[in-house]
Structure formats: structure tokens, C-alpha cells
């Protein structure tokens, strides 16, 4: 064999080696997911890695409406009546009334829009505020409603469920032991605590103060300047009690 072969020979059996080092570099690359890559990078506190974000989203009621009732039921009055109060107080757009046709309750769903709009306007809503949108249901089978649609602010989280890592003893989690929470951990109380808010704003500023009750101050600055106590008496709370007992 001449220097020349195994010269060769040399620069071949490099040139397989460095491939086969690319194609494991890049194989490896290739098996790092989504959800594991989600996971390493997740900050450790639960409200930075589920943060409640303020959105615009849709708050919707449905009237079920029969083939052969015209109006709205007292029940459902009540429904739409409620809706302009909250239209009022947090609506951010026009409510988008979604009335059905071609279906057997079609006529009775364009009676009951009649008399719900005079109850949207009456309640404080525009009439530029109330859109019609009329639709043909997909299914025939089914019962074509009524379903009034706004938007307004509202405060999210989540999606929850999510679970990109093993939560026992895992060769691929060698960080377990480091005694971290788990990617889904504090999502849930993210979720029901966005739900529970009535102002979304209040996640983020103060409300500012309301003016003082005058009646009661100017009470309160009579009884200091004579020297009483400004506490109230209730005379009959004393009749309440049941028990003489620690007096």
C-alpha cells in the first residue's frame, strides 16, 4: 500500500466522521420539542408563567324561542334586561343579535327580537347600538335561538391542562430533584381568580376614592366638637343577644 492510499484512506475515514458528528448534532437538535423547550424556559413563578392578561371578549345570553309563542316569557324579559344593565356599565360595542331563519321558529324569533330591542332601548341602549344578524342554522334538527352578543373587557389565563414535562423520576427531567413546581402548577388559580373579577382594571390600578357620605361626617364633627363618643348606638342589639354572659 502506497503513502498515497493512506493518505486518502485517512482524509475519507475524517470526512465520515465529521458527517456522522453533524448528523448527531443535528438529530439532537431535531428531538428538542415544543412543549419540553416551553417548559425549560418557564419562569418559576407561577403568576409570571401564567399571567392574567386583560382582553376584550364576548359576554352572550340565549333565548330559546318555540314555534308557536310570540313575545318573550317573563323569565326571558328579565334575561334581556339584564343584559342592557350590563351593556351600560362595561358593553365596548354594538350588541350583535343573532335572529334564525327558514326554520320552523322563525316567525316566533322575530317576535321575540321585536319586543327584546324595545327592552335593550328602554334599558339604555341605542338603537344604533343593537345589530341584527340573521343565520340559517347548520343542523335542521336542531332548535334555532336567539343570541344576543357584546364585547367587553374581561380578564384571562391559562389555557390550563398543559403538561410538557414528566411529572416522577424521568432520565429526560434531570432537574426533578431541584424541587421546582410543575408547568400546570397555580394555572387553575390564575383561571378562577380572572373569573372572579368584576372589574378587570382592578388588577392593574386602584379605583379611586368615592366623595365622603356628607350626613354622616357632618355627625360625626358634631359629636367630636361636644366631646361624645362618634360611635352609633343601636339600642336594639342589645335585645338580640341571648346571653348575659361576659358582662
Known sequence: MTNETSLNRTKALCLIGALFGLSVVLGACSETTGSVATAAHAPEDYRLRHPITVQEANRSIVLFVGHARGGLSAAQRADVA??????VAEGTGAIVVDVPVDTPNARAAESAVHEARALLEAGGVPRNGIKLH??????????????????????????CG???EDLGPSI???GYLDNKSYY????????NMAAMVENPSDLVQPRPETPAYTARRSEAFDKYRKGTTTTTDYPEAEKAKLSDTGK
Request: aromatic share 16%; charged share 20%.
Open 82 to 87: 339584564g343584559l342592557a344593565r350590563t351593556w
Open 134 to 159: 340573521r343565520y340559517t342554522p347548520d343542523d335542521p334538527r336542531t332548535l334555532a335561538t336567539v343570541r344576543f352578543t357584546y364585547p367587553r373587557m374581561a380578564a384571562v389565563a391559562g389555557p
Open 162 to 164: 398543559l403538561w410538557p
Open 172 to 174: 429526560k427531567d434531570p
Open 184 to 191: 400546570n402548577f397555580g394555572c387553575a388559580y390564575q383561571r
